[in-house]
């Protein structure tokens, strides 16, 4: 029995057609793992009757054989030497049919079982046994309904037969196929009929007599009529003998029953001698039919069954002594010489697949082919993988320089209109910046590179990087794998029983050829993006790993994450080849130093997109319950921090097995700290610099041609007041929400000192902060203040001769109303600054009217209550605005007043002031709620 291979699986049967039929029966099996060749196919058994013989493999799935004989219901088992002993889901029934004596039949036949010798001459017939054994039973079928379904039988009596002169007759079977519809009553009576035909055979020959007794009279009258004419005709013949007629009859007779019998017979002898020419023709016709098999397979692409076909057939007529075989022989050997050196040219045709190779190289050592296909397959590989290499370096180069030459002639046209229309720029807004929330095709990048349009096209280096790379990620594993299976001696399957012979000495130059290949594409890469690292090598070495040409900027930030991502693929899937520590280190140090430009390249590309956020500023104020009114300021610079952290985490921080981690070296973690403070600060004064000098921000100075979008932004641009509390927001936001979390996402990518960049950056917001609210204060404050003296005092108003107080003067209502228009425009902007803004210049309010009031020398009685009713007024009115400081000085200018003489005065006092509040009561609504968690003062 076959044992089953290590990873094979076993043979299973799941259909066969027919699925019954007589010996010599044509089937076709299918099922799953039923060989990988014919060669694999060691056995077939259907109903356990051996039919390897007849077998004929087609596919892993089919195969075609012949019955053997056999009568019964049984498996279909194939065995092959790859998977074992199989399975079979399917049953085959085997059955025998009644064959004639001239009736063609694919199996032998045992004549003697269609023999009846109960009819022979020696032992005496009686029509009536013939006519019982038709129908035993003695009944009519004229009430059966139909027949009985032959399948059915089948199914129900899988070993048995409704024949009753076969030995597995089965009564059952007799009964349904002829009697389904007899009544219970009538099969009773046909019993009866069959128990007394039974009894009438036992009784014997004195029974028979007597039962025919007439009939042995008539037999006996007929004898003697015969014995009387026999008399007349010795009278007539004159004493002849009688039987000489009859004699000459039967030779007669006997003459023509041999004609008959002998054309007959010669029709058997030519078919015979037919049949043993076609088997002749057959067993031979494999040879004669493999020039023709050869050239069709060799068509189709079966190359295993060609080099099947051809072992076989060197291995039975390679030595022949028949001249026939012999020249069919020479012209099968010429085909596979001609075929061998079409596999070799194959071998040699790159690019190839690595199971491709294999097999070429499989088959040509099964061919016996002269040298060693492998090796020359090896250093083949080897010499066109640098060929590539090089070819792709020069293509690169050229087109480079191409583009410098267009780059100059197109920044020449692009001077030239500066005056004139705005250039339109694929994916830029205004200022030359990309538009909010666009990405890079490849990199994902809104980083904004100060291009033109012709500028936006994929830099020809990166082009360069994905093509180098691409070569060698799809080509050099191949390359490598298929070495390491050459030494390995899996190159050739043992099922092809050739013995491989490996030369171990080759193994130092392999490794040497997969050295040079990776060196050769470090220092490709090298020499386009660290040139600077190539400074120690010989100056026409370095030449030859190119020369790129000068350009005004390098390679953009925002691509630089796209082509370390591509280094650090290619050198990933060589980590994984199990190359040699010199090859592997050499790439290595590679993705190491691509990581560490790429982080330097993109911190400075962020700064500098920091420098330019002021011209993308559009002044546009988006209110938020949480955050207060921004603009879209912060957000930018948050996203260009975002993505700039996200490349670094990919290109930096995420490590790939065998990687090092960047921050280990101290120098590189110090300019990492430095460069994410100064991106931090940067900001800062950005916010400072819109907040005083926003108006000033002209299109010839950003360096781009003004649309007529830009002049209505420009015009639209608000005054310093409002720029200062939409600044101050912004920067209110950046050190309340955006720094922390800038913060917390770069501890979450493990950056280091995150704290110290934190702590440099709030440190920079504060002083911002600081300065943007005095001047803001400021200039709030000094409008109020200023004009507080003159509205007191308009129309020679005299506080010696006040007339009796009649409500609240119009000088405090136009300074509360100056202090709800401050509450309204800081509310509008940043409900969270309301109260830090209005403490300051109510406080400020406050103290200029103590003063102005402090200072009068005489009141008259009404003058004094007048005042005291507008500085109380002005103490209920601010609220919860109220500062203690301006309390204080309240409180200081009602001690310089009189006191109320009469409680008639007091009553008077509180009806101006609730009067006056009946009146304000909606103005001064906003004093009396929290902005912030707009709630009621307590």
Wanted: proline letters at 4%; hydrophobic letters at 35%.
């Amino acid at each position: 029995m076959a044992m089953r291979k290590q990873g094979q699986l076993s043979p299973s049967v799941t259909g066969i057609s027919p699925k019954e039929g007589p010996p010599g029966t044509r089937v076709t099996i299918r099922g799953e793992n039923l060989g990988q060749n014919a060669k694999d196919l060691i056995g077939l058994k259907i109903c356990n009757v051996d039919c390897l013989l007849s077998a004929e493999w087609k596919s892993s799935g089919k195969i075609i054989a012949r019955t053997g004989p056999n009568k019964t219901v049984g498996d279909v088992i194939v065995t092959t030497k790859t998977g074992g002993v199989g399975t079979c889901t399917v049953t085959y029934r085997c059955y025998f049919v009644a064959t004639g004596p001239l009736q063609e039949s694919a199996v032998w036949i045992d004549e003697s079982e269609t023999v009846n010798y109960a009819l022979g001459r020696n032992r005496p017939a009686s029509p009536i046994l013939t006519e019982d054994f038709a129908n035993p039973l003695g009944l009519s079928d004229e009430g059966n309904q139909g027949k009985f379904p032959e399948d059915d039988l089948l199914d129900i009596f899988p070993e048995g037969s409704g024949n009753t002169t076969l030995e597995n007759f089965d009564a059952a079977w007799f009964l349904l196929e002829n009697h389904h519809g007899t009544s219970f009553d009538d099969l009773k009576a046909g019993l009866n009929h069959l128990k007394r035909n039974s009894v009438r055979a036992k009784e014997g020959p004195i029974s028979f007599v007597k039962t025919n007794l007439t009939s042995f009279i008539d037999c006996q009258d007929s004898m003697g009529e015969m014995h009387r004419k026999l008399l007349d005709d010795d009278v007539q013949f004159k004493g002849g003998c009688v039987t000489d007629e009859l004699e000459r009859l039967l030779n007669c007779a006997n003459s023509e029953a041999d004609i008959l019998f002998q054309e007959v017979l010669g029709r058997k002898d030519k078919a015979d001698s037919t049949r043993n020419a076609l088997s002749v023709l057959q067993r031979f016709k494999f040879l004669f039919h493999l020039p023709y098999n050869i050239e069709k397979n060799i068509k189709k692409g079966d190359y295993d069954i060609v080099i099947n076909d051809y072992g076989r057939a060197k291995s039975l007529f390679e030595d022949s002594d028949i001249k026939i075989f012999r020249r069919v022989y020479e012209v099968v050997d010429q085909q596979v010489t001609e075929f061998r050196e079409m596999l070799h040219n194959k071998l040699l045709e790159l690019p190839s697949t690595l199971d491709e190779q294999k097999k070429l190289i499989r088959y040509l050592i099964e061919l016996e082919n002269p040298g060693d296909p492998a090796w020359e397959c090896l250093t083949n590989q080897q010499q066109w993988l640098l060929k590539l290499l090089n070819d792709c370096k020069k293509t690169h180069i050229a087109k480079d320089k191409n583009s410098i030459l267009q780059q100059g002639e197109q920044t020449q046209e692009s001077s030239n209109l500066l005056s004139g229309q705005r250039i339109p720029v694929p994916g830029f807004t205004r200022h030359g910046s990309l538009k909010s929330g666009s990405k890079d095709h490849s990199s994902g990048s809104t980083h904004t590179p100060d291009t033109a349009g012709w500028r936006f096209k994929t830099p020809q280096r990166v082009l360069f990087v994905e093509e180098l790379t691409d070569i060698l990620t799809e080509s050099f594993p191949d390359f490598w794998k298929l070495g390491q299976a050459y030494f390995s001696g899996n190159l050739v399957l043992k099922e092809a029983e050739k013995a491989q012979k490996i030369d171990t000495s080759k193994h130092a130059a392999f490794k040497k050829m997969a050295s040079e290949i990776i060196n050769l594409f470090s220092n490709l890469m090298r020499a386009a993006f660290l040139p600077e690292s190539l400074e120690s090598i010989d100056p026409e070495l370095r030449k030859s790993f190119g020369e790129w040409a000068e350009s005004k900027t390098d390679t953009p930030g925002a691509w630089l994450p796209h082509c370390v991502r591509y280094v650090r693929s290619c050198v990933g899937a060589l980590s994984n080849l199990d190359l040699p520590p010199d090859s592997l280190e050499i790439s290595q140090e590679l993705a190491f130093d691509m990581r560490t430009h790429c982080m330097t390249t993109l911190l400075k590309q962020a700064i500098e997109d920091t420098k330019c956020l002021p011209t993308r500023e559009t002044w546009v104020v988006e209110a938020d319950d949480v955050n207060g009114g921004t603009t879209q300021l912060p957000v930018l610079f948050e996203n260009i921090v975002n993505e700039t952290i996200q490349h670094l985490h990919e290109v930096v921080m995420k490590l790939k097995p065998g990687e090092e981690r960047i921050f280990n070296q101290r120098t590189i973690q110090k300019e990492a700290i430095s460069l994410c403070t100064q991106l931090l600060q940067e900001f800062s004064k950005c916010l400072e610099w819109l907040a005083f000098n926003g108006d000033k921000l002209s299109h010839t100075e950003a360096g781009t041609v003004p649309s007529k979008d830009d002049e209505q932004q420009e015009e639209t641009v608000p005054p310093l007041d409002k720029r200062l509390i939409i600044m101050l927001s912004n920067c209110n936001h950046m050190v309340l929400r955006v720094t922390p979390r800038i913060a917390e996402n770069m501890d979450k990518h493990d950056y280091p000192e995150t704290n110290k960049v934190l702590k440099a950056a709030l440190a920079s917001f504060e002083d911002v902060d600081s300065r943007l609210f005095e001047e803001y204060v400021e200039q709030k404050t000094n409008p109020i203040v200023g004009s507080l003296e003159q509205n007191m005092y308009a129309g020679r108003f005299n506080w010696n001769e006040c007339l009796k107080p009649n409500g609240v003067r119009s000088y405090l209502k136009e300074a509360l109303m100056g202090l709800i228009q401050v509450h309204a425009e800081v509310f509008a902007i940043s409900p969270i600054l309301v109260g830090r803004v209005l403490y300051q210049v109510i406080n400020a309010t406050s103290e200029e009217i103590c003063r102005l009031v402090m200072c009068v020398t005489d009141f008259s009685a009404y003058g004094a209550l007048q005042a005291r009713v507008e500085l109380i007024a002005l103490q209920d009115a601010v609220g919860l605005f109220g500062t203690e400081e301006s309390s204080v000085a309240i409180q200081e200018a009602l001690n310089e007043l009189p006191e109320l003489p009469t409680d008639q005065d007091k009553r008077f006092v509180v009806g101006l002031l609730d009067s006056f509040k009946r009146r304000m009561k909606f103005q001064l609504m906003c004093f009396k709620s929290d902005p912030v968690i707009r709630g009621p003062a307590s």
